[in-house]
């Protein structure tokens, strides 16, 4: 059976949803098996046969999963896929590039800051490395401080010389030193070029405490809050592009109902003010509410009671986004593992992931009833792959490896996200530094880049692009009773006019031959870059950084036609030029 692009799988697995209140009682320790096997042992495969002789005992033994992950290519597909570019469709907002960086773990302490005393080195306290590395990226927003976390933040712990020092309850109950507080956060913004997110504490804080935040951070006028803030060393005031009116409050966030947390939002919304002169007119700030956290019924109403608040919202209070928590987990407590995993783990989370398009369509829909105008963003502001915590790690601080399946998992995500582009506006991978699915991974002085990186990266020409609509006849990867896409393509206009194409083979065995049909342009050229590596489990390590990188691919234009050989577990950006 062969699947269009605009496929609409059936959400077999529903995930159970988390009590974060008994997190770390209720998850379970990982083991690395196989790790050794497929990611170390089957590249000297094919040594001398004497040497293979000598090992095969071991190869045999041990080498069963590795094999199926790296079975040599089988005769490439050939599919068709159609691009027109003159008909363009929604803009691709930068936003849906966004990163979440909480209190959790090593998210912030040793993966942004390290304090302007360390041998690390810092600018004002903040990694260099890091800072130039995700200014590669493009970061167009940040979400700070949480999460959870936000819901039990107390911004006045985190400025001026002296710093309160507190617990996370949310995540080890660890030592919270406070830091790293708004000041911090906003020059690590400014160093990396990108617009503040700004979560308030709803669940544990009051409404005056918030609006003081705001005031704080954005007043231009010489009140007591702004002149503290000019003593604390910023006199201008800041910009804080968005503000996420509490945290999954049906949840950690204070347990709310609907109704609860709706007479709360109208009260946050109304009084929580940005007055930054800046951002009065066009650059308003974008008001979030708490959104739906999954499919379940409890979300739909959720989702049905806030969007039908809104359409009769009055003069005092309005949101422009409503949020979307979705985490690829299959099972709860987490327990699938990010490395020595096998072909029908790979399967398993593709498909769980897959899931992430029904749940746009269900609550767009509910968005569309009430807001046909689509004025209020769905902003999917929590996504990613929530894996089994790598073992010896602190279960509480969400520790886990960043593989090839997250590169591809990842270029799924942002798929979905662009074809919904007129609903879809923003969205935030978590996290971005040492926390689920990360974009980077830190221990003290060494850095690695992640496969989700390079995503990210390869995908930096589709922030504020056109969408552009394709045909394709997807084909068919299956593994064992799953049944996949086994292409799955994006293609969009870049401001200049220069067309991209997203193209992800997500078959790991096979590889397929593309042509691409462009019409609407008088194609020259193509050229591009693919990541892809030995296994569906690679991943880049400290020592070994360089294993899934993206590498440049050929590509043929000739009469209007695209000819691409896409490598089998693979993702392809490809440029066309006029
Ligand atoms: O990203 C980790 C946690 O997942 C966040 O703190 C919370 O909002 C979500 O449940």
């Given at each position: 059976?062969?699947?269009?692009?605009?496929?609409?799988?059936?959400?077999?697995?529903?995930?159970?949803?988390?009590?974060?209140?008994?997190?770390?009682?209720?998850?379970?320790?990982?083991?690395?098996?196989?790790?050794?096997?497929?990611?170390?042992?089957?590249?000297?495969?094919?040594?001398?046969?004497?040497?293979?002789?000598?090992?095969?005992?071991?190869?045999?033994?041990?080498?069963?999963?590795?094999?199926?992950?790296?079975?040599?290519?089988?005769?490439?597909?050939?599919?068709?896929?159609?691009?027109?570019?003159?008909?363009?469709?929604?803009?691709?907002?930068?936003?849906?590039?966004?990163?979440?960086?909480?209190?959790?773990?090593?998210?912030?302490?040793?993966?942004?800051?390290?304090?302007?005393?360390s041998s690390i080195p810092n600018t004002r306290g903040i990694r260099n490395d890091v800072v130039a590395a995700l200014k590669a990226l493009k970061v167009p927003n940040v979400r700070w401080p949480g999460g959870?976390?936000?819901?039990?933040?107390?911004?006045?712990?985190?400025?001026?010389?002296?710093?309160?020092?507190?617990?996370?309850?949310?995540?080890?109950?660890?030592?919270?030193?406070?830091?790293?507080?708004?000041?911090?956060?906003?020059?690590?913004?400014?160093?990396?070029?990108?617009?503040?997110?700004?979560?308030?504490?709803?669940?544990?804080g009051t409404p005056r405490e918030a609006a003081e935040w705001l005031e704080y951070m954005t007043t231009a006028q010489p009140t007591t809050l702004a002149k503290e803030r000019a003593a604390n060393g910023h006199p201008p005031p800041y910009e804080v592009g968005y503000l996420g009116i509490g945290n999954e409050s049906w949840d950690c966030g204070g347990n709310m109902t609907p109704d609860y947390y709706l007479s709360q939002l109208k009260i946050y919304s109304h009084f929580v003010r940005n007055f930054n002169p800046a951002q009065q007119a066009n650059q308003q700030m974008l008001k979030i509410a708490v959104g739906p956290g999954g499919g379940e019924a409890r979300w739909t109403e959720w989702t049905e009671a806030i969007m039908e608040a809104y359409q009769h919202h009055t003069w005092s209070w309005n949101i422009t986004g409503l949020s979307m928590h979705s985490y690829t987990v299959v099972r709860w407590p987490p327990s699938f593992e990010s490395v020595g995993f096998g072909e029908s783990e790979y399967a398993q989370i593709l498909k769980s992931t897959l899931d992430m398009e029904d749940l746009i369509a269900k609550h767009s829909a509910i968005m569309d009833k009430y807001d046909p105008q689509k004025k209020v963003a769905l902003v999917v502001d929590e996504w990613g792959a929530w894996y089994a915590p790598l073992r010896g790690s602190d279960p509480g601080f969400l520790v886990q490896q960043n593989s090839l399946r997250d590169a591809i998992l990842a270029a799924i995500n942002l798929n979905i996200f662009a074809r919904h582009a007129e609903r879809v506006r923003m969205a935030n991978i978590a996290q971005m530094i040492n926390v689920l699915q990360a974009m980077i991974m830190t221990d003290k002085e060494k850095m690695v880049l992640t496969p989700t990186y390079h995503v990210f990266k390869m995908y930096v020409p589709f922030q504020d692009a056109t969408f552009v609509p394709i045909t394709l006849n997807a084909g068919t990867y299956r593994h064992d009773k799953i049944g996949l896409p086994r292409v799955d393509a994006i293609a969009a206009k870049d401001t200049t006019g220069k067309l991209w194409l997203e193209i992800t083979n997500l078959d790991p065995n096979q590889s397929v031959e593309i042509e691409a049909n462009l019409a609407g342009i008088s194609a020259k050229s193509a050229a591009g870059e693919t990541l892809t590596a030995h296994s569906v489990d690679s991943i880049n390590t400290f020592e070994a950084p360089n294993r899934v990188v993206p590498k440049p691919i050929s590509a043929k234009v000739s009469g209007g036609k695209l000819a691409l050989k896409l490598e089998p577990k693979s993702v392809t950006v490809v440029s066309i030029e006029q």
């Amino acid at each position: 059976m062969a699947f269009t692009l605009i496929y609409n799988l059936q959400a077999i697995v529903h995930r159970g949803r988390r009590l974060l209140t008994t997190l770390s009682s209720r998850r379970g320790s990982s083991g690395r098996r196989s790790f050794l096997i497929s990611g170390f042992m089957l590249p000297f495969m094919p040594l001398r046969k004497r040497t293979a002789l000598l090992i095969a005992p071991l190869l045999v033994s041990f080498g069963l999963i590795g094999v199926a992950l790296t079975a040599p290519a089988l005769a490439a597909d050939k599919l068709e896929l159609s691009v027109d570019v003159s008909k363009a469709g929604a803009k691709i907002d930068r936003n849906i590039f966004g990163q979440f960086a909480e209190h959790l773990g090593h998210g912030i302490y040793d993966g942004i800051w390290v304090g302007p005393d360390s041998s690390i080195p810092n600018t004002r306290g903040i990694r260099n490395d890091v800072v130039a590395a995700l200014k590669a990226l493009k970061v167009p927003n940040v979400r700070w401080p949480g999460g959870c976390f936000a819901d039990e933040y107390h911004w006045r712990n985190g400025i001026g010389p002296k710093r309160v020092i507190t617990l996370n309850p949310n995540w080890g109950g660890v030592i919270e030193p406070n830091t790293f507080g708004t000041h911090e956060f906003m020059d690590f913004l400014d160093q990396i070029g990108a617009d503040a997110y700004v979560s308030i504490n709803v669940g544990s804080g009051t409404p005056r405490e918030a609006a003081e935040w705001l005031e704080y951070m954005t007043t231009a006028q010489p009140t007591t809050l702004a002149k503290e803030r000019a003593a604390n060393g910023h006199p201008p005031p800041y910009e804080v592009g968005y503000l996420g009116i509490g945290n999954e409050s049906w949840d950690c966030g204070g347990n709310m109902t609907p109704d609860y947390y709706l007479s709360q939002l109208k009260i946050y919304s109304h009084f929580v003010r940005n007055f930054n002169p800046a951002q009065q007119a066009n650059q308003q700030m974008l008001k979030i509410a708490v959104g739906p956290g999954g499919g379940e019924a409890r979300w739909t109403e959720w989702t049905e009671a806030i969007m039908e608040a809104y359409q009769h919202h009055t003069w005092s209070w309005n949101i422009t986004g409503l949020s979307m928590h979705s985490y690829t987990v299959v099972r709860w407590p987490p327990s699938f593992e990010s490395v020595g995993f096998g072909e029908s783990e790979y399967a398993q989370i593709l498909k769980s992931t897959l899931d992430m398009e029904d749940l746009i369509a269900k609550h767009s829909a509910i968005m569309d009833k009430y807001d046909p105008q689509k004025k209020v963003a769905l902003v999917v502001d929590e996504w990613g792959a929530w894996y089994a915590p790598l073992r010896g790690s602190d279960p509480g601080f969400l520790v886990q490896q960043n593989s090839l399946r997250d590169a591809i998992l990842a270029a799924i995500n942002l798929n979905i996200f662009a074809r919904h582009a007129e609903r879809v506006r923003m969205a935030n991978i978590a996290q971005m530094i040492n926390v689920l699915q990360a974009m980077i991974m830190t221990d003290k002085e060494k850095m690695v880049l992640t496969p989700t990186y390079h995503v990210f990266k390869m995908y930096v020409p589709f922030q504020d692009a056109t969408f552009v609509p394709i045909t394709l006849n997807a084909g068919t990867y299956r593994h064992d009773k799953i049944g996949l896409p086994r292409v799955d393509a994006i293609a969009a206009k870049d401001t200049t006019g220069k067309l991209w194409l997203e193209i992800t083979n997500l078959d790991p065995n096979q590889s397929v031959e593309i042509e691409a049909n462009l019409a609407g342009i008088s194609a020259k050229s193509a050229a591009g870059e693919t990541l892809t590596a030995h296994s569906v489990d690679s991943i880049n390590t400290f020592e070994a950084p360089n294993r899934v990188v993206p590498k440049p691919i050929s590509a043929k234009v000739s009469g209007g036609k695209l000819a691409l050989k896409l490598e089998p577990k693979s993702v392809t950006v490809v440029s066309i030029e006029q």
